[in-house]
């Protein structure tokens, strides 16, 4: 389908993120979902900080710091996280209204400006955002233009406490939540039900550090980077940022997580001397532009 002119394109745009974010008008789109299980409570994740605590007690001793301290959470805080993401469950995307605006201006900017390349997501859970940005090639006329779904299909890796310390931390938390795991099938057919899975939606199923290197993407023009570990950023970067072209966009969900994200973000801007300014989009996610 092509949809011409702008009221169409935004009408149709504002459909498909109406299923994306499980609205009951589109209840028979987003019934691919799992099921809603019962509310996590501030008194567990009490006891799974205090758990933490045991399990990296000899990272946190050299520290003379808490899990909790080291996570940047308390447990009413992290009740409210975890339920954010566990009981919506309808939602095929975490991303707020905000965070999908900011996917559609940067789709329309580089499509209407020509930037050549792909459209990828680095962390996809149940699809959501890249329904979105396949649906906005569809509304704006990205023509020849991929949709790469990157992601593990078994939810989120068990970072080294070496490594990172807070992500290792919030990976023993994210265990409440079955650590995002999500199914190649259900995002299949949740693109399906959309009308929208076709051979412009390319999948990438594996960790991130497999699939990425070897992945044949020529050129990306929009990267939108939400695996939340540091690993995981500086796997996407290495892999993809060398294939954004000029005037091209990087999105990055987590930057303003209590994870390792930001750090990653921050080392491969200072070692690749990346001075184009970091634009917030919320409290959490930044871009910047490739420069010309
Ligand atoms: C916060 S969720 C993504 C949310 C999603 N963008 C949305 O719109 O709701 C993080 C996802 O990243 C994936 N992930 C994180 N690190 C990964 C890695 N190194 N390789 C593959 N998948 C990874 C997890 O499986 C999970 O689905």
Not at 31 to 47: G, L, N, R, Y
Not at 70 to 97: F, K, Q, W, Y
Not at 285 to 292: D, L, N, Q, S, T
Request: hydrophobic share 45%.
């Amino acid at each position: 389908m092509l949809v011409a002119d702008d009221e169409r394109a935004y009408a149709y745009l504002a459909m498909i993120r109406r299923y994306i974010g499980g609205a009951a008008d589109t209840n028979d789109l987003a019934q691919t979902a799992s099921a809603q299980t019962a509310p996590i409570t501030a008194d567990d994740c009490a006891e799974r900080l205090a758990d933490a605590d045991q399990v990296f007690a000899e990272w946190l001793a050299p520290l003379h710091r808490t899990a909790a301290e080291v996570a940047g959470i308390e447990p009413a805080r992290m009740a409210d996280a975890l339920n954010h993401m566990h009981h919506e469950s309808r939602r095929l995307t975490m991303c707020d209204d905000v965070l999908l605006d900011n996917v559609v201006e940067l789709a329309r900017v580089v499509i209407d400006e020509r930037v050549p390349g792909d459209f990828i997501e680095t962390g996809v859970w149940r699809g959501g955002v890249t329904i979105l940005m396949r649906a906005a090639l569809t509304a704006f006329g990205g023509f020849g233009r991929n949709v790469w779904v990157a992601d593990s299909f078994a939810g989120l890796p068990a970072p080294n406490p070496a490594t990172d310390l807070r992500d290792a931390i919030w990976h023993h938390l994210m265990r409440a939540v079955g650590l995002l795991r999500s199914d190649l099938a259900t995002v299949r057919e949740a693109f399906a039900r959309a009308g929208l899975l076709d051979r412009r939606v390319r999948f990438l199923p594996g960790w991130f550090a497999d699939t990425l290197p070897d992945a044949p993407i020529e050129r990306l023009a929009l990267m939108r980077l939400d695996g939340d570990w540091y690993d995981s950023t500086r796997d996407a970067l290495d892999a993809l940022y060398p294939r954004l072209s000029p005037g091209g966009f990087v999105i990055v969900d987590d930057y303003g997580l209590p994870t390792g994200c930001a750090r990653a973000v921050d080392e491969y801007r200072a070692v690749h001397r990346i001075d184009a300014p970091l634009t917030r989009v919320n409290t959490q996610a930044v871009y910047w532009r490739k420069p010309w």
